[in-house]
């Protein structure tokens, strides 16, 4: 790598992921992952108006460049990936390497800009600094799962139904665009109507709502020959919003373009209109016989071959049943099934997601009577399957959670995009097994916590953005506080003067060390992820005078966010209401683990962001309440508060 810059811990291991898997589809994924960093970072770095070229040589021109040929690099493994062309292995290290180094420049322009005064005060550019310092996977590999070279055919069609030699720009919308508008490009390409190079482009919320960098609608061509098209690519719309916006952004730069069409995996839609409106639809997945496209269709017989065939050491000859699996919040809250008031006209015109696995796990319970016990206790075998991601991103986040010692059940195996984990029995929540042990154990146990947390700092860094980036915690919070008093249609027991003088105003991105990883709190920070496990030897019952297993589920960072230590502190320390003691017990823990106890006490400091993770978990996953669900939330949330009172 020219810059001499090294990359961040996880973005290091998924290129050493995709070496050794050595497959198109997985260069594919990640050259278009450097793609979108590299954009954002220039992007970023043309709306600071940093200057010509700074002490990492990445000035706007060489950033221009290495876009480009990254772009034409994502178009070449996009046409042999629907070519079903294996990867040259002579050029497969050449093409690894330019990813290495435009990963390396982005994180060189990322650093210097958090560096630079004129970057932070900025809204828009510190948004875009983050999406670059950021993990996000496609929604093709996440939820509403598509095999991405159909795009490819997809396109072809749509090109074949145009005037003959109408030209084509493709313009890809971040991050889902990234990794599917090289299969347009690749088609308009081969049918002679591209017109220019494709590009993408990063639609920035903020208070003024979606906008777009002028910087990337100045780097489209100034016109398009007559009759030309525009198809915008993106991941299947929500309220189709974010699409809208690019549309008008879009039609201001080229007011003579009448074709504007939005194209996702498998469907077409509209944008002529004030909706997003769906056009035409094909397949999205291939006919195949994945544990995503099994269930309701084949039964539990089908599902547990095909689990045996990818690695789960089902018992031979064990009949299986299939359970729905019901998580705690679930049996605390109640399922949230009604759509959310305002739900888009894009959802009712039929484009609602179709193949979204993360919402559905499963269970395979042993049905046969004395075949396939568990543990030795002779309960019947169970296995969890809970979706963390397919493709490249999916096996690379399981691999970083092997990475992280023994939170897991031991022998969890990663299948079709599965975590697939042995259920254990006896399992109990921290919070009320933590108090009954000696003091001795629950030392060994919160060391457990903090050798987890040094653990995922290490494993699942994304940067390292100093002191001057920061993020607005009571602000996030005050808004999500809002949106559920009006959702609950009653006063809440925390208001704005409890935020201000329990939540800080401002703290660092990366909290007191500047480490910005990648946290799975946005969907594992209840208090019943993290859990305890008897020690087992054997068949012969629980070890003899050991400490409990720690386990944390929800670890699968795919579905999660940038954060840092403090923030784990801060969760930990309110969901599993520790007293003076266990505080203490921590406090010595992280400072033998962490470094000192810097990032423990910023983490006291933050405690009140715990309320930011619940509210926005009860927003997303309680669309409706009952008056049941409703007085849970309002006595979690006043336990909650008055606990980080009594903090400070």
């Known amino acids: 790598m020219t810059t001499g810059v090294a990359l961040p811990a996880l973005h290091r291991a998924f290129v050493e992921t995709v070496r050794r898997d050595g497959g198109a589809a997985a260069l594919h994924a990640c050259a278009c992952f450097a793609e979108q960093l590299l954009a954002d970072a220039a992007a970023a770095h043309r709306e600071a108006a940093a200057g010509p070229d700074g ?26 990936m629907a070519a079903g062309s294996p990867a040259s292995a002579a050029g497969a290290e050449r093409r690894i390497a330019v990813v290495e180094e435009a990963l390396a420049r982005a994180t060189a322009v990322t650093g210097a800009l958090w560096r630079s005064a004129a970057a932070c005060p900025d809204e828009r550019t510190a948004a ?35 005037p003959r030699r109408a030209p084509v720009l493709v313009v890809g919308v971040r991050t889902g665009g990234s990794y599917l508008a090289p299969f347009w490009q690749a088609a308009a390409e081969d049918a002679g109507v591209a017109a220019g190079p494709w590009h993408s482009v990063r639609p920035v919320r903020g208070a003024a709502g979606i906008t777009l960098p002028g910087s990337e609608i100045e780097a489209l061509p100034r016109r398009l020959p007559a009759g030309a098209a525009l198809v915008l690519v993106d991941d299947q719309p929500d309220t189709g919003a974010t699409a809208l916006a ?27 209109g004030p909706v997003v409106r769906p056009l035409a639809e094909r397949p999205v997945v291939r006919p195949a016989a994945r544990l995503w496209q099994l269930p309701g269709r084949d039964g539990a017989a089908a599902l547990a071959a095909r689990a045996r065939a990818a690695g789960v050491p089902l018992a031979p000859g064990a009949a299986h049943r299939v359970e729905p699996f019901r998580g705690p919040f679930l049996s605390a809250y109640g399922p949230g099934t009604a759509p959310r008031a305002g739900a888009a006209d894009v959802r009712r015109s039929g484009g609602a997601r179709r193949v979204d696995p993360r919402n559905r796990p499963f269970t395979l319970v042993a049905a046969t009577a004395g075949t396939g016990t568990s543990g030795g206790t002779g309960a019947p075998e169970t296995y969890h399957f809970r979706f963390i991601g397919t493709g490249p991103h999916g096996l690379h986040c399981h691999q970083s959670l092997r990475a992280l010692g023994d939170l897991l059940p031991p022998g969890h195996v990663f299948a079709d995009g599965y975590l697939v984990t042995r259920h254990e029995h006896g399992l109990r929540p921290l919070r009320e097994a933590l108090p009954a042990l000696d003091e001795p154990r629950r030392r060994r146990v919160l060391l457990a916590v903090a050798e987890s947390w040094a653990a995922l700092r290490r494993v699942g860094e994304l940067g390292r953005p100093g002191a001057g980036a920061g993020y607005e915690p009571r602000a996030r919070l005050d808004g999500a506080l809002e949106r559920l008093r009006e959702r609950m249609g009653r006063p809440l027991p925390v208001d704005a003067a409890w935020t201000a003088r329990h939540v800080p105003e401002r703290v660092p991105l990366g909290g007191a060390d500047g480490v910005l990883l990648r946290t799975p709190l946005p969907y594992g920070h209840g208090y019943w992820h993290w ?116 903090l400070s």
């Open 55 to 80: 002490e990492d040589g990445t000035g706007a021109g060489h950033l221009a460049d290495a876009v480009a040929g990254l772009r034409e690099l994502c178009t070449e493994v996009a046409r042999e």
């Open 531 to 646: 859990q305890l496990a008897d020690a087992w030897q054997g068949d012969e019952g629980p070890a003899g005078g050991g400490a409990p297993a720690l386990r944390r589920f929800g670890l699968d960072w795919i579905w999660g966010g940038g954060g840092c230590l403090e923030s784990e502190i801060a969760s930990f320390v309110v969901e599993n209401r520790l007293n003076a003691r266990d505080r203490d017990l921590l406090r010595e823990a992280v400072a033998a683990t962490c470094g000192g106890t810097r990032a423990f006490d910023a983490g006291l400091r933050l405690a009140g962001e715990a309320l930011y993770w619940n509210a926005k978990t009860w927003l997303r996953r309680c669309p409706v309440l009952t008056p049941a669900t409703a007085d849970r939330i309002e006595a979690e949330l006043a336990a909650q508060a008055a606990y980080v009172a009594a």
């Open 128 to 162: 875009l600094l983050r999406h670059a310092a950021d993990w996000k996977t496609p929604e093709c590999y996440g939820y509403d799962l598509a095999d991405p070279e159909l795009c490819y055919g997809q396109a072809a069609e749509r090109l074949s139904a145009r």
């Open 246 to 272: 690019v549309r008008d952004r879009l039609a201001r730069r080229f007011p003579g373009v009448r074709d504007i069409v939005l194209a996702a995996p498998g469907r077409l839609y509209d944008l002529t």
